[in-house]
């Protein structure tokens, strides 16, 4: 059924060339909807336009992506070219994932299920796939509408060009999200203390409440953000993420709220920024300690007011977004100091979480590098299946300032000289003598801006001194160049002409 005041019922076609899927689909919503069954792409595009000519078109189509001969991609290709109003949603595995950028890009795909689907999910997806075919068909309509009218027609190809640079926001945005590679599905851990901020989240999750994730560089801030918006109702809309350390102070505004065209020198097209692509979703603001003063007095309007300007328009936007924040700064310590606004630290510490840092989760490092050699296996083709124990106890020794992302790097370099079944680390350890010889009472000794220098010092020394550019340090470490060399000058790093001197 519908969820707005309308009497009409969602028409839904499901394609599959299984019988036991295409029954239980049935079953499962025969009763809340009008459901249609195809066993083909042929039947299934006969069903549509069959529906088409009774004046009963189909709203939405699902279709699984592996059917002999016509796959589901091509399938709903074919259909984007004569019905691009009907909503399309394609059921895949886990190794069909690279056919999902292939179906935004020229079947307009609205969303993708994994095997095997989840009927409450479903059911959610359905409802919000609705609201957007109505938008589209409303859309469509307007279009042949606005011919009568030259006002009219002003004013309607603004709005639907509004729409049409959203959708190519969002499927940019969509496309960057299935190639990266933090999509994981469940997080590692056997420690207490990390099972403790879990027990957080989750309740937390299911309000609107603000979260602010507080936790050295690499504990898994950005794999707990997605936890709680996976765990959220807001889970069948977006979680868009904004990484304030990565971006340019001069950027940061346009890239949170957008810009209209000639609102600055280079703005050449209206741009659509973070906050609306987040509406009825999550936005993710990771590194809000980096975030520029100017910009925080606007940022704390939006998330009190829910409503902001984009730079250079009048025009006041109302969103609903829900704000998870993150950060390796001590925002209290900051504000006292006139770094960070009060008023907005105390905004956004309305639910803290605190991750503990890898060498407090000790138990932790034996399963994480299990998971990491088995990824990295997969990855580069290989079978390596033993970890020797002496190399686990060098891992559990050492102090790991760059924590669960450092330990992801070690494997994944262990993993490539490893030449069979079992794991090596190679000539390149005598190079690491933090983790041959490492002193752990030592290293807990050690402050946490010198441990911040030395690995700075280390990921500088691994790159030959590059700092910006392809295998520079700010890559290797996920930084902005001009934030690195900040961080280098405050803890005194300075580039000499032997990179080893340091």
């Known amino acids: 059924m519908l969820s707005d005041n309308s009497e009409e019922v ?17 079953l499962n919503f025969m009763e809340d909807y009008h459901i249609f069954l195809g066993n083909s792409a042929v039947e299934g595009m006969q069903c549509i336009e069959d529906a088409h000519k009774r004046g009963e078109d189909i709203h939405v189509l699902i279709c699984d992506q592996r059917m002999p001969k016509v796959t589901g991609v091509e399938f709903m290709e074919q259909v984007n070219e004569k019905y691009p109003e009907i909503v399309k949603i394609l059921i895949t595995g886990y190794t069909d994932i690279e056919v999902v950028t292939q179906a935004i890009n020229k079947a307009s795909i609205y969303r993708y299920e994994n095997k095997p689907w989840d009927e409450n ?22 279009l042949v509408n606005l011919k009568k009218s030259n006002d009219e027609l002003k004013v ?58 507080l936790g050295e560089t690499g504990t898994g801030k ?15 809309m977006a979680l868009v993420k904004v990484n304030c350390a990565a971006l340019p102070h001069n950027l940061i505004e346009s890239e949170l709220f957008g810009h209209e065209k000639g609102a600055f ?39 009190q007011e829910g409503e902001f300007e984009r730079i250079g328009s009048a025009k006041t936007i109302k969103v609903d977004v829900r704000i998870v924040a993150a950060t390796n700064r001590n925002l209290l310590e900051e504000s006292q100091k006139g770094n960070f606004r009060s008023d907005l630290y105390f905004r956004l510490n309305v639910f803290p979480v605190d991750l503990p840092p ?28 033993v970890i020797p124990k002496s190399l686990i106890a060098q891992l559990e020794k050492y102090h790991w300032p760059g924590n669960v992302r450092e330990l992801e790097n070690i494997i994944e370099r262990a993993v490539i000289i490893s030449g069979g079944k079992e794991l090596e680390f190679g000539d390149w350890l005598e190079d690491k003598p933090e983790l041959t010889n490492a002193n752990l009472e030592d290293n807990l000794l050690v402050s946490m801006e010198e441990m911040e220098r030395q690995y700075i010092v280390k990921v500088l020394q691994f790159c030959h001194g590059k700092v910006s550019g392809k295998a520079g340090a700010a890559e290797t470490l996920e930084m902005n160049p001009a934030t690195l060399r900040s961080r280098m000058a405050k803890l005194g790093i300075k580039m000499g002409r032997n990179i080893s001197d340091l």
């Open 358 to 385: 890898l060498r407090k989760r000790r138990e932790d490092i034996p399963l994480l590098a299990k998971h990491f050699v088995a990824k990295y296996s997969t990855k580069m083709g290989k079978s390596i299946s």
């Open 10 to 26: 969602l028409r839904i076609l499901y394609v599959d060339d299984e019988q036991e899927n295409l029954d239980s689909f049935h």
């Open 265 to 303: 020198t280079g703005a050449i097209n209206r741009k659509i920024g973070r906050f609306e692509l987040a509406d009825k979703g999550t936005l993710f603001l990771d590194e809000i300690g980096e975030m520029p003063i100017e910009v925080q007095s606007k940022l704390l309007r939006a998330l």
């Open 222 to 236: 950005e794999l707990v953000a997605r936890a709680i918006h996976n765990l959220s109702n807001r889970k069948p």
């Open 121 to 142: 999910e479903l059911r959610k997806t359905f409802s919000s796939a609705y609201q957007h075919y109505k938008l589209a068909k409303e859309n469509k309509e307007l």
């Open 156 to 213: 309607a190809l603004t709005e639907v060009k509004e729409l049409k640079n959203k959708y190519k926001e969002e499927n940019l945005y969509l496309r960057q999200e299935i190639n990266s590679n933090t999509n994981f599905k469940e997080i590692i851990t056997e420690s207490p203390k990390f099972k403790q901020s879990l027990n957080s989240i989750q309740q937390v999750a299911k309000t609107d409440s603000t979260v602010l994730i």
